[in-house]
């Protein structure tokens, strides 16, 4: 919700703006049920630009602008999840004291709250405020939650958070007043790909298509190349849903059966024909079934901030939707609440695995600044 609006008045350009900058969240229908709580009701026929135009010359107060935001504003972001391990035991009191020292420092920048969900987990919920210039200026300014969690283990503390600047930043401050409640220089190991050659790149993202316990790889959906050469511009995506993309799709269908067959992909004519193209793998998503009930089917997509360098790392893990008969669709959704921490342990645990194996075994390997280290 818009609590703190970032303007004195807005003009009818600035709400007919708003009303046409999302036809998903402001289609006709929406647009006339607003006419409609003003005592106007409009022909199906009428067109968006009409129904917009006409609405924003209507008397506007400050409750009404406010709930015409919110109609805008899409509240259940769907953001991919980060984390780093930082290499030292916390407790829940330890964990309070940084958070309050946190807020003395930066007092009035975030709003921050606390909670203890499980045992080993504690749940810092920072609120802020994001402004999107690019965004139409009743809605440049929005309120933001990033919710951070502490996962709390003998040797390790993990942290894990939205894949966001905004997150990634309350963090680094976080490992700072770790570091100085615990008397020692204490540096986050995030998982990176970097000083990795390509087949070992590749050969991550293969281990992660296999080795998410108790999931069944059932299809690769698509995956998105990088080129070594910086003077190419623009990544090359693979969707193998697209159709008109045959070429590219043999590519991804390949893929597919090497991954499910245990066969060498860095063998394969159509990777070495990536490679010699100077192309290496930088994110994958695929589709997995549940080995137990419910079978529930499951995407995972893994990816990096930085695909060239292989840094950042983030994954999303999204449930297809069931028709009334159980059958699962290709429509999938965001995870129940309930179930994200689970399947987000699992992706991270895989991932950090997938890493030191190739790490153990890689005697080519540049040795990467930081890395996690497996369970």
């Not at 045992?119 to 965004?135: F, G, P, R, T």
């Not at 401050?173 to 990176?192: A, E, M, Y």
């Not at 070992?200 to 690769?220: A, C, D, E, K």
């Not at 695909?307 to 995870?335: H, M």
């Amino acid at each position: 919700m818009t609590d703190r609006l970032p303007f004195l008045a807005a003009t009818d350009k600035d709400i007919f703006d708003l009303l046409m900058s999302s036809k998903g969240r402001m289609s006709e229908g929406v647009l006339r049920g607003i006419a409609l709580t003003r005592g106007i009701i409009y022909s199906p026929k009428t067109d968006r630009e009409r129904l917009a135009s006409d609405i924003s010359l209507l008397p506007h107060d400050f409750a009404s602008l406010t709930k015409l935001i919110e109609r805008r504003e899409y509240q259940n972001r769907n953001e991919k999840r980060a984390y780093v391990d930082v290499p030292v035991s916390l407790t829940h009191d330890e964990i309070s004291e940084v958070v309050r020292n946190y807020k003395d420092e930066f007092a009035g920048e975030d709003e921050l709250t606390t909670q203890q969900r499980r045992l080993k987990e504690v749940q810092l919920n920072v609120a802020y405020d994001e402004i999107d210039y690019s965004k139409t200026r009743l809605i440049q300014r929005q309120r933001r939650d990033a919710n951070i969690e502490f996962i709390l283990e003998n040797d390790r503390t993990t942290i894990r958070m939205p894949a966001t600047e905004k997150a990634r930043g309350v963090v680094d401050r976080l490992v700072k007043k770790i570091s100085q409640l615990k008397l020692q220089s204490l540096t986050p190991k995030d998982l990176s790909l970097d000083g990795l050659t390509a087949d070992q790149r590749t050969t991550f993202f293969m281990s992660m298509l296999r080795n998410i316990p108790g999931y069944q790889l059932q299809t690769v959906v698509s995956i998105k190349c990088a080129s070594g050469d910086n003077d190419v511009g623009e990544d090359l995506e693979i969707d193998i849903e697209e159709k008109e993309r045959a070429v590219e799709s043999e590519i991804v269908g390949k893929i597919n059966s090497v991954a499910l067959s245990g066969m060498n992909l860095l063998q394969s004519e159509e990777y070495q024909s990536l490679k010699k193209n100077g192309f290496f793998i930088t994110a994958v998503t695929w589709r997995a079934l549940q080995t137990e009930r419910p079978n529930d089917l499951m995407q995972f997509d893994v990816s990096f901030d930085e695909p060239r360098q292989g840094k950042g790392f983030k994954f999303g893990v999204r449930i297809a939707r069931r028709l009334t008969d159980g059958t699962p669709t290709s429509d999938f959704k965001p995870l129940e609440p309930n179930r994200q921490p689970a399947l987000w342990s699992l992706v991270e645990r895989a991932s950090a695995n997938a890493l030191d194996e190739i790490i153990a075994s890689g005697a080519s390997v540049q040795e990467p600044a930081e890395r996690v280290t497996a369970a």
